[in-house]
């Protein structure tokens, strides 16, 4: 293989993937190839999404795209998406080489070599030192699910929990940090099922919180169910880890939630977060919601709304159902309607938007601590970032020099659409 060859990486969908991404970069940088801003390329690695239709749509489109940029390039399509629908993939160009997600390490051999047979078995030798275009830098400790709720197909793409090792994790924290990444997130696709021999979660942060470098630990999305007293205890003890918490609700309603098999109930979620906000100070909640489940009746959606105004989350993904073939909701009859579902998630953004203004308001006249991004904000010429517990700030005095660094602000202004502070 020539080693003077340009590469272009495209991602889609979450942390894992981006991480992921990052690594296979790595890789190709290291045996010469070229990566540059034009989307011409010799070589295009997409690594594709399935959490909903849309990311199935969104990755066939990129790939005919590419294929229109340059149509004798090779193009790899790996991730999740390639997993159960490959030949959606190949019925759009039979020259797109496939690699499933437990091979992604193999990638760069795959442009020369078949694949070996593989089982998605064991943690993925992957690693990074760097993370492109990034201020934060994810760092993946856990892959695969066996929580099988009943609309995700993730299982059936990333296979049974698995867990990388500890001496992995910290040394590349350590890589990172050395080369002066101020946050790591901590990611996987079922974070707070990590185990490794005798190491948790709460194991490894305690492990990475004894790096004496000046940087905090975030941690990505955690099932409720899987966050312990000792999770919340070393969060709160905690000069490292930030005070934030992304947990998943997807409905407020029990009926709901049972047919949805996730594994709390409404009470439950109410309780723990109740917990968190007393444990932990300024600690903020983000999460999802998922909008149109089968059977989701209007006194369902309501108590979801509740459920929203009781937690008020600083920041709320919301998503449309969608059935996706060999899941157990697929089959579900009760549907709901597609101009209903629309009318519905109007109404939570319009919820989450005003749960997020009255969870930021008390932090007027109050210092945070903002990790300043390269990019300015988009309307504005001022620079933004996030506090340790997820407020999205904009720093109206920050400057270029202050970009990647953990600087304390105070918060001048807040509303609706934006929180504004000074140095």
């Avoid at 905690?238 to 949805?260: A, T």
């Avoid at 108590?303 to 008020?312: I, P």
């Avoid at 998503?319 to 109404?347: C, D, H, M, W, Y």
């Amino acid at each position: 293989m020539q080693c003077n060859k340009r590469v272009k990486f495209y991602t889609l969908g979450c942390k894992v993937n981006q991480y992921e991404t990052q690594a296979i970069r790595e890789k190709f940088l290291y045996a010469g190839f070229k990566e540059n801003n034009s989307e011409i390329a010799d070589v295009y690695i997409v690594n594709t999404c399935t959490v909903t239709a849309r990311a199935d749509r969104e990755s066939r489109r990129l790939i005919r795209r590419l294929l229109r940029s340059n149509p004798d390039s090779k193009i790899i399509a790996t991730g999740c998406y390639i997993e159960k629908d490959a030949a959606k993939i190949l019925s759009i160009s039979n020259k797109t080489r496939i690699v499933p997600n437990c091979q992604k390490h193999l990638l760069l051999e795959s442009l020369r070599d078949s694949l070996n047979d593989g089982k998605n078995e064991a943690f993925l030798p992957l690693k990074i030192s760097d993370f492109k275009d990034h201020e934060r830098a994810f760092v993946k400790i856990q892959d695969g699910c066996d929580n099988l709720c009943s609309y995700c197909k993730v299982p059936l793409v990333r296979g049974a929990s698995r867990s990388r090792s500890p001496k992995e994790i910290i040394a590349e924290v350590e890589r990172l940090t050395r080369r002066g990444f101020k946050e790591v997130v901590l990611t996987g696709i079922c974070l707070g099922s990590y185990h490794y021999r005798s190491f948790d979660l709460v194991g490894v942060l305690s492990a990475l919180e004894n790096i004496e470098r000046e940087f905090r630990i975030r941690l990505s999305s955690i099932e409720p169910q899987l966050i312990c007293d000792d999770l919340i205890g070393r969060i709160a003890d905690s000069e490292k880890i930030c005070p934030h918490l992304h947990i998943p609700l997807q409905s407020g309603d029990n009926k709901i939630l049972k047919r949805m098999n996730r594994q709390y109930t409404r009470e439950k979620y109410l309780s723990l977060i109740a917990k968190i906000k007393k444990k932990i100070k300024d600690a903020a909640i983000t999460t999802d919601i998922l909008v149109g489940f089968p059977g989701e009746e209007e006194k369902s959606f309501r108590n979801t709304l509740r459920c929203l105004k009781e937690v008020l989350p600083l920041r709320s993904h919301i998503f449309s159902f969608s059935p996706r073939q060999g899941t157990a909701a697929f089959n579900l009859q009760e549907r709901v309607e597609p101009g209903l579902i629309k009318e519905r998630v109007s109404l939570v953004r319009k919820a989450a938007t005003q749960c997020s203004y009255k969870f930021r308001k008390p932090f007027s006249g109050k210092q945070l601590t903002v990790l300043i991004e390269s990019q300015p904000d988009k309307q504005r010429s001022s620079f933004c970032g996030y506090s340790e517990n997820y407020i999205r700030v904009i720093v109206e005095n920050a400057e270029k020099r202050d970009i990647n660094k953990l600087v304390k602000v105070k918060v001048k202004t807040v509303d609706e659409c934006a929180t504004k502070a000074w140095i």
